[in-house]
């Protein structure tokens, strides 16, 4: 029998957990997953906290991509909830839909801002129709699809919120974010005459019964079943390079030292710490790339529910969060019935206050906002507790495709190196194309293909990936 070769994993989140699933499926691959937290699942987890089961931020499952939809049923069984999408956006005290709804528009903005909007749509409809050069910018492109006045209103502070001077943002952040490309589409969407599709708009989604982080715990299960190795708390020490490339992972779990045969890294942990493991000097171009932190703040609040949505956009400046998330929208039974829990999500960088604040002074800053916007009375939240992930939301630039170009140079110089998921590959994507990534990966490396040969198809695929909300 052929030797198994053996592939070590860093990084246990889903797209870590996903290429070790799908390459096992394949066989003929020994694989172990170095996970530095004690659990596996990475963003996509959920922790419990005063009776709830809480999820990293509004979690759901939802695909595009061909297979993906039937992996993510075969995986959980009848674990699995349909749910009917519920979100909009909160602006000047009102609840306006998202997709934009011609009369719902009309309420919430008044006549003066409905005519200035339509005319926007509708001068960018013409441009759009006479054909104008390719948008190099987040603003051009989101001023094409949505007119100037809603880019403007709605899409330009929210940007501002989550990743700062929209001015300065390459337009793949808002062709990732918005599938639809043409204003004339989105005007006839918003008239009412024509639908949205499933490309464009997630109408039901699924949900996991058990909270989302189900869906890490499945592919972990499947992964030990098919006799795959996963340590958490494992703290990597060292990528040796013998010959330029990493025939041993070496790290530490419970205090003990142990070292495992290589013959293919993969890599999902961000670029940043792999550069240093790998210890390939400086300067680096990684530096150059500037990931966003996000902050995740739950208030306990003594009421049965709070929203009707799911989740809610909050575009305006003076509210310090970008999103509300109600885990109860989701599943009733998630949380303790006389009381709810939102979660407050907002992004930053290392040096903002947003970030070095204590977590008391955020939960307490989240609570005032969250009262001043009328949802609760500030005498109804008895509790709060805070999450951070560190370089979580990748920010494109205007130079990021020469950046990442020349990161993902510096890491082809390390043969049988392959960089996935998310902070693995710089990548703004969902759980659904981390999912996909494993799969491509697995293929790849079962049919004898060399790592860069794989990063190439990945780097592909990744470029044509869409959020679908
Ligand atoms: C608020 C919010 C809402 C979202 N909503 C959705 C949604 O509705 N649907 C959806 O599909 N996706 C959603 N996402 C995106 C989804 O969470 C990500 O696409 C996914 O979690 C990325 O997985 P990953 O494995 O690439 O990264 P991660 O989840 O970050 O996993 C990386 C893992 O590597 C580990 N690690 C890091 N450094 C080291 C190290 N040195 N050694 C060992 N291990 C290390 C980390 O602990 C972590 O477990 C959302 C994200 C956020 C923040």
Redesign the pocket.
Known sequence: MAQKKNVVV???????LAVAYYLLKSGGFSVTV????PV?????GSFEHDGFVLD???????SVIPGVMDEFRDLMGSGLLEVRKKNRIYLRGRLLDYPLKLGNVLAVLGAKDFLRLGLGYAWSSLKGLLGSPAARSYEDYMQRVFGSAAYALIFRPLADKVWGEPATLHSEMGRTRVPSSNALEVALKLLGLKKETSATNAEYFLYPAAGFRAFPDALAREIVRKRGVIYTN?R?AALPLVNGRVSAVKFTVDGQERELPCDTLVS???LK?LDRLLGLGRPSPVDKLQPRH?V?VYLVINKPLVLQDQWLFFPEEKYIFS?IFEQKQMLAALGAPERTVICC?FTCDAASPKWTAADTALASRCADDLAAAGFVQRGDITGSVVRR?TD?YPRYDLRYQETLGQVFDRFAGVPDLVLT????MYNY??????LDMGRVVAEGLYAGRPAAEVMATLKERAAGYRIVD
């Open positions: 860093l990084g246990g989140g889903v797209a870590g170095l996970e530095r937290e596996t699942g990475g963003v996509c990293y931020g509004a979690h759901k499952m939802y494992a990597i999902t942990i961000p710490s996000v995740l999103r999500d992930f979580f998921g998310r902070l693995g994507n969902n759980a659904d194309h981390c």
